[in-house]
């Protein structure tokens, strides 16, 4: 979220997330300034792309046009204050000249909310800006009475202790640091976690905000590692450090949560509605993966009807367990990756020692760049066009490369994905059924898609030139929590239905798309209507993936007030037990901040 969300902080930002390569992924904060050894920049009127070789930044147009925001008066002294640009992952929220602020510790960041409430201003976490949702800002914001709280410059502390008797081990980590570090420093002393989002320039607090995932769930025959969850990241907290209001001293404090505490369950995943500066979480004995990917399965056969014999999906999250399929539009192949548990190194693959292993997807050749250039600036009949070179460069990508079959721990497997890989904006549900229904839930999304790309191509429309991705993951189940818990994250997308025991897996569904292309809400628009409506009842049912887009009208994303005011909050209502519900969640938080200076508009509308 903007934060997949990245940039919501501590902090609140996946994908989510969590985007396979050539495409983008789940924030708000600066866009990364890493360029290629190319560049090209294409000549043109205002709105024009900037594409390089090492990725594509879209040109949207000015940032907002609003003078800087007013000094804030009184601001504290000893806390660092500087204007700085907010971009969001697609470039499609770009405001020049907020006052940003970097805590150098948790006691200045009570500073700083204390002065806040003072004076009228909010507090938003900044990570690395590796999501969507304005969850941060908002498009055409004028910053006026916001800080920013740059979280990755100081609040980067990370303990790891092992395991103690029945406890697992945990790694204590201040909320600014990044996965990218966070991993390293696990695998360094032998652990590891079953899944994560595909990029490392997340920050933990971001992560965990919008209950970011990656994609895993057992394998015929698989037994969990201790310490570890096939759900969201934010499952495997065990205690939580946020900034409160406490009453007893009308003053905005440090409070530590237990897991086994009822308030914590509102704070697990709390969607930038509050700021964590430290957390603790669960994690495993690291494993060796293997990695296969495969480009030549039909998308009939891998996405066939429930009960087919062949390649299909589910037949691989049977086997495997971590799967991926990334379809680009107006192609027959998708691309499939299967991770394997591997404790030793099969004769025929590659060990690698490294993460991003698949440079192709990061490093986007000339016949890409041309394609996507033309297309943002007027020629989105180029789609097929573009659909049919991404598979081919993926092809020759994965030979060249010798990466189709690798072999290595965890993370040097699960991280793919740089922040120089295109960038696109993106949809995204999670569809919550049973292991059974897998292969339902892909056949008859797949089967629509298809046919909906098929009829605006009729209509000479190409609203969508990135691909579908897709993943299954566990849900934030209890029994994965080896400490006492009071329950499962109140907000998060994966938290079970007791009313449906037998869902017991979520079905990922993400669909990329160049900023600005033509009819494109429209059709995200018809997408989320029939996701909402053809996932229901005893089979499935749908639910946002917070980092992406979601609340559609036919020109923007966020905008529709049904949807964010009654079906999406319904949505995580259904099934819940009284007293622990959606409004529990936003009750809870309303209590520890009731001043809301920890909100945003997009959240004022979605958690009032």
């Known amino acids: 979220m903007g934060q ?17 390569g050539l495409g983008g992924l789940p924030g708000s904060g600066p866009a990364p300034g890493r360029g290629g050894t190319r560049r090209a920049v294409l000549a043109g009127a ?25 000094a804030p008066p009184n601001f504290p002294a000893g806390l660092s204050l500087y204007r700085q640009e907010f971009k969001n992952w697609s470039g499609e929220i770009d405001v020049t000249g ?87 420093q696990l695998q360094a002393a032998g652990y590891g976690l079953t899944a994560n989002p595909a990029p490392g320039d997340l920050t933990v607090g971001g992560v965990l905000a919008i209950d970011a995932h990656g994609t895993a769930v057992p394998a015929s025959g698989e037994t969990r590692v201790s310490g570890t969850t096939y759900g969201s990241l934010s499952n495997l907290i065990t205690s939580l450090t946020a900034v409160v209001w406490d009453p007893g001293t009308t003053q905005y404090v440090l ?61 691989y999250v049977e086997s495997a367990g971590r799967v991926e399929a990334i379809w680009f539009p107006f192609t027959d192949n998708p691309w499939l990756k299967v991770w394997t548990r591997s404790p030793n190194k099969p004769l025929l693959s590659r060990q690698v020692s490294s993460p991003y292993n698949y440079s192709f997807s990061d490093n986007l050749p000339s016949s890409i760049t041309d394609l996507v250039a033309q297309i943002s600036t007027g020629a989105p009949q180029l789609a097929p066009t573009l659909g049919q070179t991404q598979i081919a460069v993926v092809g020759a990508g994965l030979i060249s490369t010798l990466t189709y079959d690798i072999w290595g721990w965890s993370k040097d497997l ?33 089967a629509y898609y298809r046919t909906k790309l098929t009829t605006y191509q009729n209509n000479n429309q190409f609203p969508m030139n990135g691909p579908v991705e897709i993943r299954v993951t566990g849900l934030d189940a209890g029994g994965d929590v080896q400490v006492p818990s009071a329950g499962s994250p109140q907000l998060s997308a994966l938290r ?16 990329l798309t160049v900023p600005g292309t033509p009819y494109a809400n429209q059709f995200y628009r018809e997408v ?81």
Not at 128 to 140: I, K
Not at 496 to 511: G, K, N, Q, S, T
Request: proline content about 7%; aromatic content about 10%.
């Open 98 to 184: 907020v006052w940003t602020c970097a805590p150098a510790s948790p006691a200045d960041v009570v500073t700083l909310a204390n002065w806040a409430k003072a004076n009228n201003y909010r507090i938003r976490p900044r990570g690395m800006g590796h999501g969507w949702s304005p969850l941060t800002l908002a498009v055409g914001s004028s910053g006026n009475n916001v800080i920013l709280v740059d979280t990755t410059q100081h609040l980067t502390a990370v303990t790891i202790s092992g395991p103690s008797g029945s406890t697992p081990a945990t790694v204590r980590a201040q909320t600014g640091v990044t996965m990218d570090s966070l991993l390293t």
């Open 414 to 446: 699960t991280l793919y994905v740089r922040p120089s890989t295109l960038r696109v904006t993106a949809n995204g549900y999670a569809i919550l059924t049973s292991r059974a229904n897998i292969q339902r839930v892909v056949n008859e999304f797949c």
């Open 496 to 511: 079970p239905r007791p009313d449906h025991p037998e869902w017991d897996v979520a079905v990922w569904l993400d669909i």
């Open 528 to 608: 989320e209507a029939w996701v909402f409506s053809n996932y229901s009842g005893s089979y499935a049912a749908a639910r946002p993936e917070w980092s992406k887009g979601w609340g559609y009208t036919n020109s923007a994303a966020w905008a529709d007030p049904t949807m964010i005011g009654t079906t999406i909050p319904n949505a995580l209502r259904a099934g819940q037990p009284a007293g622990d519900t959606w409004d529990t969640a936003l009750a809870t938080l309303d209590t520890y901040d009731p001043s809301r200076i920890f909100s945003s508009p997009l959240l004022d509308t979605l958690a009032p």
């Open 4 to 20: 997949q969300q990245d940039g919501i902080g501590v902090e609140a930002g996946n994908d989510g997330a969590d985007d396979g």
């Open 255 to 315: 409070r530590t949560f237990s897991r086994a505490d009822a308030a914590s369950k509102a704070f697990l995943a709390h969607l930038g509605r509050a700021f964590l500066t430290e957390v603790t979480l669960q994690v495993g004995a690291n494993q060796r993966l293997r990695c296969q990917s495969w480009f030549n399965i039909n998308w009939t056969e891998l996405f066939a009807a429930p009960g087919s014999s062949g390649r299909t999906f589910a037949s």
């Open 46 to 70: 205002v709105g024009a792309a900037a594409v390089t070789a090492a990725g594509w930044t879209p040109a949207l147009g000015a940032a907002a046009a609003y003078a800087d925001p007013p």
